[in-house]
């Protein structure tokens, strides 16, 4: 089983930029499917932006399109989140997930979850 640990959450004010990682210990395969999901109080687990990782096709929920950008990592077996201009409604954990079945946008379908890292927009 793969672990994933999240990184680069942080406070920052409406219109900021944050960059998040994900780094996993084991190898992505091609067939996988990494995605970002976010958590906000009292709401449920939703899909913010995922990533084919052999093929490197993206997606992203509306509300985040044009804004944040899904890709792979610097280093091997990680994949970032690039987010800019933040909004107060992008609060949230942010959470990396895989899911060895491919492209789903519903939390259920992943293998494997991070500990979340934190993310606070301010207004």
């Known amino acids: 089983q793969v672990q994933l640990v999240e990184s680069g959450g942080g406070l920052v004010q409406a219109g900021g930029s944050l960059r998040l990682s994900c780094a996993a210990s084991?190898?992505?395969?091609?067939?996988?499917?990494m995605g970002w999901f976010r958590q906000a109080p009292g709401k449920e687990r939703e899909f913010v932006a995922g990533?084919?990782?052999?093929?490197?096709?993206?997606y992203y929920r509306d509300s985040v399109k044009g804004r944040f950008t899904i890709s792979r990592g610097k280093a091997e077996n990680t994949v970032a989140l690039q987010m800019n201009n933040l909004k107060p409604e992008d609060t949230g954990v942010y959470y990396c997930?895989?899911?060895?079945?491919?492209?789903?946008?519903?939390?259920?379908?992943?293998?494997?979850w991070g500990q979340g890292t934190q993310v606070t927009v301010s207004s």
């Open positions: 990533i084919r990782w052999g093929v490197g096709n993206t």
């Open positions: 997930g895989l899911n060895r079945g491919g492209y789903s946008t519903m939390y259920s379908s992943y293998n494997e």
């Open positions: 084991g190898r992505i395969y091609s067939s996988h499917f």
